[in-house]
Nanobody
């Protein structure tokens, strides 16, 4: 089993920055791959970025590339997402997700096994 706890959401004006963190615990092999997803009303859960917590490879969706950046602690237990140049379109509930596997591409949300409770991000214009 894997437990994920997000923190760091909040409200910010357009152009601002926020940093989200996800604290992970549980079986390491079941959380080698971690990711951030975003959900907005009436839309599906959008994958933003994924990372290989063992070797550090990262993949970003085009919508956030060059604005969002991963970082992780040396123990591989905390995954952070630095979000810069935020726009109102970034508003939504942000979820941390995890799964096992050797290749940690940013696959669809149904392929991820474990989820955090979500944290709200609101960007005002």
């Amino acid at each position: 089993q894997v437990q994920l706890v997000e923190s760091g959401g909040g409200s910010v004006q357009a152009g601002g920055s926020l940093r989200l963190s996800c604290a992970a615990s549980g079986v390491n092999t079941e959380r080698r791959c971690m990711a951030w997803f975003r959900q907005v009303p009436n839309k599906g859960r959008e994958g933003l970025a994924s990372v290989d917590m063992l070797y550090g490879g990262a993949w970003y969706a085009d919508s956030v590339k060059e604005r969002f950046t991963f970082s992780k602690d040396s123990a591989g237990n905390i995954l952070s997402l630095q979000m810069n140049s935020l726009t109102p379109e970034d508003t939504g509930v942000y979820y941390c997700a995890a799964r096992g596997g050797r290749i940690c591409y940013l696959t669809g949300w149904t392929e991820w096994s474990y989820w955090g409770q979500g944290t709200q991000v609101t960007v005002s214009s």
